[in-house]
């Protein structure tokens, strides 16, 4: 082996020696073997030896052939970094440029083919060669390449499609400014008029279109607020609907969900049936989705049903469909990624009143509902828990459904599920149960007596890393105290069993006091609310539930301090009243009244803007 690299060195010194001769001597009969052999070789055989000069003043002479084979050479040993590193010189890089031919015919083709190989060769993560084409308008002649008609019966026409993309390619990867001089330069104009030609035949121009994408996609990569027009986003999902290779179904769908980020393009693409066509190629193809690569195209294709469903316009329209009756029956699907993208499209659809009654109605719940609680437990899948959460979610928000969904048993299904310690999953769990027991004062009642529930929402709120989750957890303990008896008119009355068991499990009263501190306003009314309950619910008792106990060690007054001094000046009317009430309350308890007035509270009340507005009055 090393003998073999020692002859083809040696072999090598006498290549590059003859053809030293043969630049003197400007011979192309002499110098073309020899370019030749320097092309067929290893490329890093050349690695230490400065041809540049020389191949220079060879392209220089009025010869197709031999700037043929220049170009030729110049690609092959432009493969290495060290060889690319020497042709990234401006008068290099400006002669090739030149040679760039926007004609085909007369052996011209054979040419630009080179060029294209050795200047996107030389400009392969290289971005001082980017930067010299840019100085000196190199680019212009580059892209003026794209409107070269490669609809001819050439026979190198083939290998011309992907040169001149892989030059355009490896050019636009540079900075972000090249690629916005690039769209100055009309490239998405001219690579729309490719699409244009080929979207009437996509398997015949299959090739081109593999080869034409690749840029569009890096001007997505690097221009992120890159607008593709209306007619450009048609183009390529007619082309997605047509083609059969999964390679260029994996550039469109790509490419559409860069602009359906855009709710306009969302709309758009519902109104061209793109949803639909999706549908209709995962049903034909799902059978064979039995590949990682398969997978990866098939997850592709169901997000952008997702995420064209999140524009409200979108939606609407998509919701007199049949877009409907496909998602409900992905909701039978044996492949998870089907069933997932039919729940997260149905939550889509969810979100408005008038859908979510409809889905109640139409038992589109129950189906939920029983994957659900065939998918409760740690082991099965995240993706769909969360999916199926989100969706049931929404589903209880209007009030007509809530004690439907109750009734279909939703709590007893998702409550097993507090074993499971996800965040995004817990964060939708505990976002449902409060959505549903909103307005259900049996069902807050029962929850506030699970001591196993209320453990757990002290513990999240007191361990979670996750803000939503530990937002939710007093979000959840305030509501259920709060619809548990905010209904009663005599709450000194009310049976109080689910109260005296949630102030039993320790922390449960310091957690509703913490809560006073939020940075959110609406969950320190929440707070204030849920607080005011349990002071009027034991104020006048004289049992064993000591409150003011549990209030003062969890430094109340420290905490409403904080919550004057850093919110007084935003407090609403309500949180206000609220804060009053709460504090009047407190104040029926002798400790309760001498804690708060070592902490300042009558004084620092005085210090809230709209307070001295209502009494000056």
Not at 186 to 198: D, F, T, W
Not at 548 to 567: F, M, P, R, S, Y
Request: hydrophobic share 45%; charged share 25%.
């Amino acid at each position: 082996m090393e003998a073999a690299t020692a002859t083809a060195a040696a072999d090598m010194d006498e290549i590059i020696a003859g053809l030293k001769n043969a630049t003197l001597e400007r011979s192309p009969e002499r110098a073309l073997p020899l370019l030749k052999q320097i092309s067929d070789a290893e490329c890093n055989l050349c690695d230490k030896y400065d041809i540049k000069g020389d191949l220079l003043e060879l392209l220089g002479l009025d010869d197709r052939a031999v700037q043929v084979q220049v170009a030729r050479c110049i690609a092959e040993v432009a493969k290495t970094e060290a060889q690319r590193d020497k042709f990234t010189k401006e008068d290099v890089i400006g002669k090739l440029v030149s040679l760039l031919s926007v004609e085909v015919g007369d052996g011209k083709l054979g040419l630009t083919i080179q060029v294209c190989r050795a200047l996107g060769n030389i400009c392969y993560a290289n971005d001082d060669a980017r930067s010299i084409i840019k100085t000196t308008k190199g680019d212009e002649r580059i892209f003026a390449l794209l409107d070269l008609d490669v609809d001819t019966d050439e026979e190198d026409k083939d290998q011309f499609v992907r040169v001149r993309c892989g030059l355009v390619s490896n050019y636009l990867l540079g900075s972000d400014d090249i690629a916005e001089r690039a769209v100055e330069l009309n490239i998405v104009g001219k690579i729309e008029k490719i699409l244009a030609r080929c979207v009437a035949d996509v398997d015949k121009y299959e090739d081109l279109l593999l080869n034409i994408l690749p840029p569009l996609s890096i001007l997505t990569e690097q221009i992120t607020e890159l607008y593709l027009e209306p007619s450009l986003n048609k183009l390529i999902a007619q082309i997605l609907a047509k083609c059969t290779n999964p390679d260029l179904a994996e550039s469109c769908l790509a490419l559409l969900h860069f602009s359906a980020q855009n709710d306009d393009v969302k709309l758009l693409l519902a109104e061209e049936g793109l949803c639909e066509t999706i549908y209709k190629l995962l049903e034909k193809y799902k059978t064979f989705a039995n590949t990682d690569e398969a997978r990866v195209l098939m997850k592709l294709a169901c997000d952008l049903i997702v995420l064209i469903l999140t524009g409200d316009k979108s939606m609407h329209y998509l919701y007199t469909t049949p877009l409907l009756k496909y998602m409900e029956d992905w909701l039978d699907s044996s492949d998870v990624e089907l069933l997932t993208t039919g729940v997260l499209a149905l939550g889509n659809f969810a979100r408005t009143d008038r859908h979510c009654i409809y889905m109640v109605e139409n038992k589109i719940m129950h189906k939920l509902l029983a994957i659900l609680a065939k998918n409760n437990g740690v082991d099965h899948q995240m993706t769909l828990q969360h999916a199926l959460l989100s969706t049931l979610k929404n589903l209880v928000i209007p009030k007509p459904n809530k004690a439907a969904v109750v009734e279909a048993g939703l709590v007893d299904i998702i409550l097993p599920m507090l074993e499971i310690h996800q965040p995004p999953v817990v964060f939708k769990l505990l976002g449902t149960l409060r959505m549903t027991v909103d307005g259900q004062e049996k069902l807050a009642q029962q929850l506030l007596q699970n001591e196993k529930l209320i453990k757990q929402l002290v513990h999240w709120s007191k361990t979670s890393e996750f803000t939503g989750v530990l937002g939710e957890s007093l979000r959840l303990m305030a509501w259920l105290i709060k619809h548990a008896y905010h209904a009663s008119k005599d709450l000194a009355a009310a049976d109080d069993t689910g109260l005296r068991k949630f102030v039993a499990v320790e922390g449960a009263v310091e957690s509703m006091v913490g809560m006073l501190t939020s940075t959110h306003l609406v969950m320190q009314n929440e707070a204030l609310i849920a607080l005011s309950i349990l002071s009027t619910t034991f104020q006048n008792k004289n049992a064993d539930v000591k409150l003011d106990e549990l209030v003062i060690k969890a430094d109340i007054g420290a905490k409403l301090a904080e919550q004057i001094t850093l919110n007084g000046e935003t407090m609403t009317k309500e949180i206000v009243d609220n804060l009053q009430t709460f504090i009047k309350l407190l104040k029926t308890s002798e400790a309760c009244a001498e804690h708060l007035k070592k902490h300042n509270i009558d004084e620092l009340l005085k210090s809230i803007p709209s307070l001295v507005e209502y009494c000056t009055l």
